[in-house]
């Protein structure tokens, strides 16, 4: 069963995009927009105190007509916060996304940010393992190079 680490291994330690609590939401949607990702995790120092979602933006600051620029990130993250290890399988990750209703899960190793896993790794990486084992089994079948 494959985990988060063959997930992070993949990214090849591209930085998770972090945020203060005490940015406004226009800075963390910039940063959004400007890295084209659809969270950004709050941290204090390396402790993960919530995410900040698109989601955040559309329920907790345009429908409640919160003026973005005068609103902290602190007031309308998601927190606490869902999640996972390096050890984490991948199945378990796509059972809390999909119980929680959720895209995106902080890995953290220690209390210390490690990663960032989305849904779409998660699914990539199920779709490239189930792929390789239809091309094993077509092998077997009928025999290496018959297409």
């Not at 963390?28 to 890295?35: D, E, H, L, V």
């Amino acid at each position: 069963m494959q985990t988060v680490h063959t997930i992070l291994e993949k990214k090849n330690g591209i930085p998770v995009a972090c945020i203060s609590a005490d940015a406004t939401v226009v800075d963390a949607a910039r940063m959004m927009n400007t890295r084209r990702i659809g969270s950004v995790v709050v941290t204090s120092g390396e402790k993960v105190i919530g995410i900040f979602t698109e989601r955040d933006i559309l329920n907790r600051v345009v429908a409640e007509n919160r003026v973005p620029i005068d609103t902290t990130v602190r007031e309308v993250m998601t927190s606490p916060v869902a999640c996972c290890r390096e050890d984490t399988t991948l199945a378990e990750c796509r059972r809390v996304m999909r119980t929680q209703r959720i895209r995106h899960l902080p890995v953290v190793e220690k209390d210390r940010l490690v990663g960032m896993v989305s849904i779409g790794d998660v699914l990539q990486t199920e779709v490239a393992e189930q792929t390789e084992t239809i091309r094993h089994l077509h092998e077997y079948l009928y025999g290496e190079g018959s297409r």
